[in-house]
């Protein structure tokens, strides 16, 4: 599963900087399923499928209208909305992110990231900030408590990570919804 979700993520990123020409765009070699729905919740039956292979422009959380350009900006601003909001007790999803996403350190603190790169200097590359930063980015102030997000992931499992938090939230399937491109 991991060689796969890193297999899309690196297509995803290579067609981000090269975009393929139309002329290529053949039915065998592309991404020509059409989604009816333009509109779709990280709730829906088929989230996971309709995020595969289409970009997301906006996030729709509440009243408040965001835009985003890829799925790692879509989970790390329906986090930071979390944080901001005092409705919901963001703390929580720090605790509780073995049950969430089936993994520790999916969102994790400098004090501790740093001793992970120190392990594994390629792990680096797979989580920002809230602030979009690596954390060798000459902007980033590196303190104890500044939280990195993991963004080494498929749509599929972006999706999944945010239907989970909004499932222990309690929140309705139109509370959060993605907008395609």
Do not use: C
């Not at 996971?48 to 729709?60: H, Q, R, T, V």
């Not at 005092?86 to 001793?115: C, M, P, R, T």
């Not at 390629?122 to 102030?141: H, I, L, P, Q």
């Amino acid at each position: 599963t991991a060689i796969k979700d890193h297999q899309t993520n690196m297509i995803a990123w290579f067609l981000e900087t090269f975009p393929l020409p139309d002329a290529y765009k053949t039915s065998n070699n592309w991404n020509t399923r059409s989604i009816e729905k333009v509109n779709f919740s990280p709730l829906d039956d088929e989230a996971g499928e309709i995020a595969e292979g289409n970009k997301p422009s906006k996030l729709l959380i509440k009243s408040d209208v965001i835009a985003v350009r890829t799925w790692q900006d879509v989970f790390i601003e329906f986090l930071k909305w979390i944080k901001k909001s005092a409705d919901y007790d963001y703390d929580s999803i720090l605790v509780n992110q073995e049950k969430l996403f089936g993994k520790e350190h999916i969102i994790i603190k400098w004090k501790n990231f740093k001793s992970l790169i120190d392990e594994h200097t390629d792990s680096g590359k797979r989580y920002k900030t809230f602030e979009n930063n690596a954390w060798d980015s000459k902007s980033t102030v590196l303190e104890d408590d500044l939280e990195f997000i993991h963004i080494n992931a498929s749509a599929k499992s972006f999706m999944t990570r945010i239907a989970n938090i909004m499932n222990q939230f309690g929140m309705s399937g139109d509370y959060v919804e993605i907008v395609l491109k």
